[in-house]
């Protein structure tokens, strides 16, 4: 069974959100008609547009009769969307099945949407389309509507890639899709884009208010660290300082590992990593030959199964040799073969980032003293604090990885 990806449920920017909600949201579905009723929110890439964006479409209480749209022009596996609590099921519809699963849905009825030019547009984006919807009990054709739009900043960069398709596929969604809706009562527009959105009509300039996302304050990342039970100021103090509150950087560096933080003693999730109990990881540690067994002893600690990184643990315990043989480059190696032919390494490991197991590493983590766990992760922790901070000629993603096994090994110390 394939393991559950972990996934940062982000800060719910409280502020903003707050703010959508009694500024318009309510209003709206209130029966009310807002002064501005096209909300341009916008920021860099790695803010949590789309995210905030989703959380707001997908948990919003939806007042009898209402409707709730998603329109997405980039969705793609490299931007997963959030875990979300609807209280009305969240409908996602199939691309190529769009015009047959909108058809006859009540927003579309009464041209609400512009179905023909969402078809074409689907066309055009292809898999980066997506198309969600939700519905309150007894959806009215005239009810109140919310529609948000992400990626709009797609729409103005994109070339139509068939011959005879449309010129422009901003000014032809803006004048098909985006104005239509918002001249309808009881519609509500949410767009999501990189930058502000400059409106070919007078009327979505009349209709739309900007909101700017910045990034995360010191406070607001402490929050979301305590939020996924990662308190500590040390801790704190370097997620900040590294992501200056960026949003996307800060899952970048925790979450992006399907390990780092899938472990027992964190109480984030589960035991998920380890499907063997300790006795069956010791029977499979007692296969191996005694001087891999008393190497693994040592460094079975560690979650990145590299040769430098044990070199480093190892030198820093001032380690020499081990029952006679001398450490090598060669013994480690060997070493590493056997580790895996005895599966002591995580099933998800790729080519780039071998660890190993969560099941191995808390039964080591277990009969280690305390003092020599601790002296043990603080020299792993200066190692890789060493390296990422090097002038050695290193891609900024082995820079990454480098602060995430520091990140890793300092809340190991704290707790």
């Known amino acids: ?41 916008c920021s860099i890439t790695g803010m949590g547009k789309t995210w905030l964006g989703y959380l707001i479409f997908a948990e919003t209480l939806l007042t009898a009769g209402s409707m709730a749209v998603w329109l997405s022009f980039e969705q793609t596996d490299e931007k997963p969307l959030p875990r979300v609590y609807p209280s009305t099921p969240i409908i996602r519809v199939a691309t190529n099945e769009l015009r047959a699963q909108l058809q006859d849905q009540p927003f579309i009825r009464r041209e609400r949407l512009n179905l023909d030019a969402l078809v074409t547009l689907a066309g055009i984006f292809g898999d980066r389309f997506a198309c969600h919807y939700r519905l309150a009990p007894e959806a009215n054709p005239e009810g109140p509507l919310l529609l948000f739009f992400d990626g709009l900043n797609e729409l103005i960069k994109k070339e139509p890639e068939q011959p005879g398709s449309i010129a422009s596929p901003w000014e032809y969604a803006e004048a098909q899709v985006l104005e239509p809706a918002a001249h309808q009562p009881n519609t509500l527009l949410f767009c999501l884009s990189h930058a502000p959105l400059m409106w070919n009509t007078y009327y979505l300039r009349e209709m739309s208010e900007l909101v700017d996302l910045e990034a995360m ?12 039970q990662l308190p500590g100021k040390t801790i704190e103090d370097f997620i900040y300082d590294v992501s200056q509150g960026h949003p996307w950087t800060i899952r970048y560096l925790l979450f992006d590992d399907p390990g780092l933080l899938k472990e027992q003693k964190l109480n984030l999730l589960d035991d998920q990593l380890g499907t063997a109990p300790s006795n069956d990881v010791n029977w499979l540690i007692r296969k191996l030959p005694l001087v891999y067994r008393d190497l693994l002893d040592l460094v079975g600690v560690l979650r990145v199964a590299e040769v430098a990184p044990i070199e480093a643990l190892l030198r820093g315990l001032a380690i020499t040799e081990i029952r006679g043989q001398p450490i090598t480059p060669r013994l480690i190696r060997g070493a590493l073969a056997a580790f895996g032919s005895a599966e002591l ?45 090097s002038d050695d000629r290193i891609t900024i993603h082995e820079r990454c990885v480098a602060l995430r096994e520091w990140l890793y090994a300092q809340i190991k110390v704290v707790r």
């Open 1 to 41: 069974m394939a393991q559950e990806q972990y996934t940062l449920h982000p800060h719910p920017r409280t502020a903003v959100r707050e703010r959508f909600k009694y500024s318009y949201i309510d209003e709206l579905l209130a029966g009310g008609s807002p002064a501005k009723r096209v909300i341009n929110a």
């Open 217 to 228: 304050s010191r406070p607001e990342v402490q929050e979301l660290l305590r939020m996924h």
């Open 345 to 389: 390494f995580e099933p998800f490991s790729d080519g780039q980032r071998t660890c190993f197991s969560g099941s191995l590493r808390r039964s080591i983590e277990e009969s280690v003293p305390y003092e020599r766990l601790t002296r043990q992760f603080l020299i792993i922790a200066d190692y890789y604090y060493r390296y990422a901070l």
